[in-house]
């Protein structure tokens, strides 16, 4: 008659996190905690769109205020810190548009490929590579092949 099989009283206590009348009070309390939280969390958003309006209201009539002050003072026209630049520019383009074809500066001499005699580069040259030389002969190795 030790404690094995003895009676099941949890089931009528009070206390019983089981029963049905706790489970449906936790369920009222979750429900009503979610929205004092959402309440509150409501009111801040509140708060901050009056606070936002407000500071929109204020510059809105300050500008309404300056906007009779602006039209007194006189235009300003553009301010460019390039002009000489671009004058510059400008004459450099007029004077290469001025010049003869046979004036004209050779693009291979602008990038980088000598005097601009016309001259293929070394590696556009037939049969220049060592590695594509037989011994002895003059004849690119690929020259034979049909």
């Known amino acids: 008659m ?21 489970q449906q009070k936790v369920q009222r309390d979750e429900e009503k ?7 509150a969390l409501e009111a801040t958003l509140q708060g901050l769109r009056d ?4 500071v929109l209201h204020e510059r809105a009539s300050k500008r309404r205020r300056d906007e009779g002050l602006l039209k007194e003072l006189p235009p300003t026209e553009h301010v460019n810190f390039f002009a000489a630049e671009e004058e510059e520019l400008a004459k450099r383009l007029k004077a290469e548009r001025e ?9 291979s001499a602008r990038l980088g490929h000598g005097s601009g005699s ?3 580069p070394w590696y556009a040259q037939k049969g ?3 590695f594509n030389k037989q011994q002895g002969s003059d004849t690119a190795l690929g020259d034979n092949l049909p």
Do not use: C, M, T
Request: glycine share 14%; charged share 30%; no cysteine.
């Open 33 to 39: 905690a979610e929205a004092e939280e959402s309440a």
């Open 99 to 107: 010049l003869k074809p046979e004036e004209k500066p050779d693009d």
């Open 51 to 54: 606070e936002r309006s407000g």
């Open 128 to 130: 220049s590579s060592f």
């Open 2 to 22: 030790g404690g094995h099989g003895g009676l099941n009283i949890l089931p009528q206590k009070s206390w019983n996190v089981y029963g049905q009348k706790q």
């Open 118 to 120: 016309g001259a293929a």
